[in-house]
């Protein structure tokens, strides 16, 4: 089966989030279930420097202004079209703004263009390459179905993943008329948007499926609280919806042989831990006395529930547990985080700024990671969590809520806890979790039985791979019983 994938970020060549993991872990997931994905990706500098000889396979004179190019590539086992337009993609800054943080005015265009390549292709533009079905990433890549839908490639079951439905690639009814879109597109039903044009609503619109990345956020987002506009046209869509959760690459994070541990362990050898915590409390400057070790590792912001957990902080504290925070975000939350390590200093320790190799540490020695989002699509830190014996405290939604099971009375003599839950944008039922794994964690045999369990957990991309693969059959199948 050959399938073209059309995204804005691949891991390793490019990445701000969740989706360029999926994006660059989902090919070779799929290779080995007889699935040949193809990437189409935006020649941003970071990846056009990634490749010497490119040998260009489709040409344009004039894409969006300039001339591009299209050429194939490969990188660490993934098959590649490079978009390569300079006067869209060659900047210094980000994928989708300044180094300011600015976005790019022009993003519609950037990735309008992506979407008329990604069409192209998918209509037979590239000599001897013909995808039997599109798999389009979020609102950069959603054009690509707007455009087989109007064009060519018509007949070409395709499939949109919603990564995260807060953002909409929304933009100004202008844009319309350079969109080289027919002028009935402008309706409805194709690509308008509350007045104006929304990308990531045309791809839903024209998407033969939705997929988003796990079960109950795909009920979540058919519902007010977290459609964000979108929920009228998602629950129109509801019988082609699916929620497939990510898996996580298991040989980048593997206790048993991660670099950046002061110690690798296995579920056999727990108490080696002790080294990594050791080396975790030196870095943020915390006591040594054997009380719970939790951590988060995040954004910082609103969305990441973590002005909730900084309105409790004092009372997380005087619970007993010791807190270190790795993130970056909102200056104000930086900002009460370090005036909390200060306050309470030996008890909370802060580190603001993104280190992977830290992260790693963290996994490998705090005792839990807090996750207090007040939604989250799937969510990955819980699921290194489980792989690493850093026991998940999370909030009951999306992909939190389908990934740990809860430590109730029930799953622990069942001997299927993996974690804990707790009830959404809630400082009491945050604080409520805190105490439950102070408690747990008073009880060694108990707490080592639930990282045991959380470590068995298959969090590989392998069981996600079957699912899309279970998908894209089913869409195929829908084509030859219309043709
Ligand atoms: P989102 O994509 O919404 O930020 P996810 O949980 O899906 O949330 O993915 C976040 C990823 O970024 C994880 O791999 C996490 O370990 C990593 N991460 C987040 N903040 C930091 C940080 N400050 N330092 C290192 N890694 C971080």
Same mark, same amino acid.
Not at 224 to 252: C, H, K, Q, S
Not at 326 to 351: C, I, K, M, P, Q
Not at 407 to 424: C, D, I, K, L, R
């Given at each position: 089966?050959?399938?073209?994938?059309?995204?804005?970020?691949?891991?390793?060549?490019?990445?701000?989030?969740?989706?360029?993991?999926?994006?660059?872990?989902?090919?070779?997931?799929?290779?080995?279930?007889?699935?040949?994905?193809?990437?189409?990706?935006?020649?941003?500098?970071?990846?056009?420097?990634?490749?010497?000889?490119?040998?260009?396979?489709?040409?344009?004179?004039?894409?969006?202004?300039?001339?591009?190019?299209?050429?194939?590539?490969?990188?660490?086992?993934?098959?590649?079209?490079?978009?390569?337009?300079?006067?869209?993609?060659?900047?210094? *800054?980000?994928?989708?703004?300044?180094?300011?943080?600015?976005?790019?005015?022009?993003?519609?265009?950037?990735?309008?263009?992506?979407?008329?390549?990604?069409?192209? /292709?998918?209509?037979?533009?590239?000599? *001897?390459?013909?995808?039997?079905?599109?798999?389009?990433?979020?609102?950069?890549?959603?054009?690509?179905?707007?455009?087989?839908?109007?064009?060519?490639?018509?007949?070409?079951?395709?499939?949109?993943?919603? !990564?995260?439905?807060?953002?909409?690639?929304?933009?100004?009814?202008?844009?319309?008329?350079?969109?080289?879109?027919?002028?009935?597109?402008?309706?409805?039903?194709?690509?308008?948007?509350?007045?104006?044009?929304?990308?990531?609503?045309?791809?839903?619109?024209?998407?033969?499926?939705?997929?988003?990345?796990?079960?109950?956020?795909?009920?979540?987002?058919?519902?007010?609280?977290?459609?964000?506009?979108?929920?009228?046209?998602?629950?129109?869509?509801?019988?082609?919806?699916?929620?497939?959760?990510?898996?996580?690459?298991?040989?980048?994070?593997?206790?048993?042989?991660?670099? !950046?541990?002061?110690?690798?362990?296995?579920?056999?050898?727990?108490?080696?831990?002790?080294?990594?915590?050791?080396?975790?409390?030196?870095?943020?400057?915390?006591?040594?006395?054997?009380?719970?070790?939790?951590?988060?590792?995040?954004?910082?912001?609103?969305?990441?529930? /973590?002005?909730?957990?900084?309105?409790?902080?004092?009372?997380?504290?005087?619970?007993?547990?010791?807190?270190?925070?790795? *993130?970056?975000?909102?200056?104000?939350?930086?900002?009460?985080?370090?005036?909390?390590?200060?306050?309470?200093?030996?008890?909370?320790?802060?580190? /603001?700024?993104?280190?992977?190799?830290?992260? !790693?540490?963290?996994?490998?020695?705090?005792?839990?990671?807090?996750?207090?989002?007040?939604?989250?699509?799937?969510?990955?830190?819980?699921?290194?969590?489980?792989?690493?014996?850093?026991?998940?405290?999370?909030?009951?939604?999306?992909?939190?809520?389908?990934?740990?099971?809860?430590?109730?009375?029930?799953?622990?003599?069942?001997?299927?806890?993996?974690?804990?839950?707790?009830?959404?944008?809630?400082?009491?039922?945050?604080?409520?979790?805190?105490?439950?794994?102070?408690?747990? !964690?008073?009880?060694?045999?108990?707490?080592?039985? /639930?990282?045991?369990?959380?470590?068995?957990?298959?969090?590989?991309?392998?069981?996600?791979?079957?699912?899309?693969?279970?998908?894209?059959?089913?869409?195929?199948?829908?084509?030859?019983?219309?043709?």
């Amino acid at each position: 089966m050959n399938v073209l994938s059309v995204t804005p970020e691949l891991f390793p060549l490019v990445k701000t989030g969740g989706l360029a993991d999926v994006a660059g872990a989902l090919p070779l997931a799929l290779k080995e279930k007889g699935v040949a994905m193809r990437s189409l990706v935006p020649g941003y500098p970071v990846v056009t420097a990634a490749f010497r000889k490119k040998k260009a396979v489709l040409q344009y004179p004039k894409l969006f202004g300039a001339k591009a190019s299209v050429y194939a590539a490969e990188a660490g086992g993934l098959d590649l079209f490079v978009l390569d337009a300079p006067h869209l993609f060659d900047r210094v *800054g980000g994928p989708y703004g300044d180094a300011g943080g600015r976005d790019w005015p022009d993003n519609w265009r950037r990735f309008a263009a992506l979407g008329q390549v990604g069409a192209d /292709i998918a209509g037979g533009a590239v000599a *001897g390459y013909l995808p039997e079905l599109v798999h389009a990433h979020d609102w950069q890549a959603a054009m690509t179905l707007a455009y087989m839908r109007y064009g060519k490639a018509v007949a070409t079951p395709s499939l949109i993943t919603v !990564h995260n439905l807060a953002f909409q690639g929304q933009f100004a009814a202008s844009i319309f008329a350079e969109l080289g879109l027919p002028a009935e597109a402008m309706s409805l039903d194709g690509v308008e948007y509350y007045g104006g044009v929304g990308f990531l609503k045309a791809g839903l619109q024209a998407a033969w499926a939705i997929t988003t990345v796990s079960p109950t956020y795909a009920q979540e987002i058919r519902t007010p609280a977290f459609g964000m506009g979108l929920d009228g046209l998602i629950n129109m869509r509801a019988a082609d919806l699916y929620g497939i959760v990510n898996g996580i690459d298991v040989e980048l994070w593997n206790p048993a042989t991660d670099g !950046h541990l002061a110690a690798t362990y296995s579920a056999k050898t727990l108490k080696v831990r002790a080294a990594n915590r050791a080396a975790v409390e030196a870095r943020f400057d915390l006591d040594r006395d054997g009380s719970p070790l939790l951590c988060v590792i995040s954004r910082l912001t609103w969305q990441k529930g /973590i002005d909730i957990l900084v309105s409790i902080l004092d009372q997380v504290v005087a619970a007993g547990a010791r807190l270190a925070v790795l *993130g970056a975000g909102d200056a104000g939350l930086e900002g009460a985080l370090l005036a909390a390590s200060a306050r309470h200093h030996g008890r909370v320790g802060a580190v /603001i700024g993104y280190d992977e190799a830290l992260s !790693h540490l963290m996994q490998g020695g705090c005792d839990a990671i807090l996750i207090p989002s007040r939604f989250e699509p799937c969510g990955l830190t819980q699921l290194y969590g489980l792989r690493y014996g850093c026991v998940p405290v999370v909030a009951r939604t999306g992909g939190l809520a389908d990934t740990v099971i809860d430590a109730n009375e029930a799953a622990v003599s069942a001997g299927v806890a993996t974690g804990f839950q707790f009830a959404p944008d809630s400082g009491d039922a945050l604080l409520h979790a805190v105490r439950r794994v102070v408690e747990a !964690h008073a009880a060694p045999a108990l707490w080592s039985t /639930i990282q045991r369990q959380g470590m068995k957990a298959d969090v590989s991309w392998d069981r996600s791979a079957g699912k899309y693969v279970e998908l894209y059959r089913r869409l195929l199948s829908r084509r030859v019983s219309q043709s």
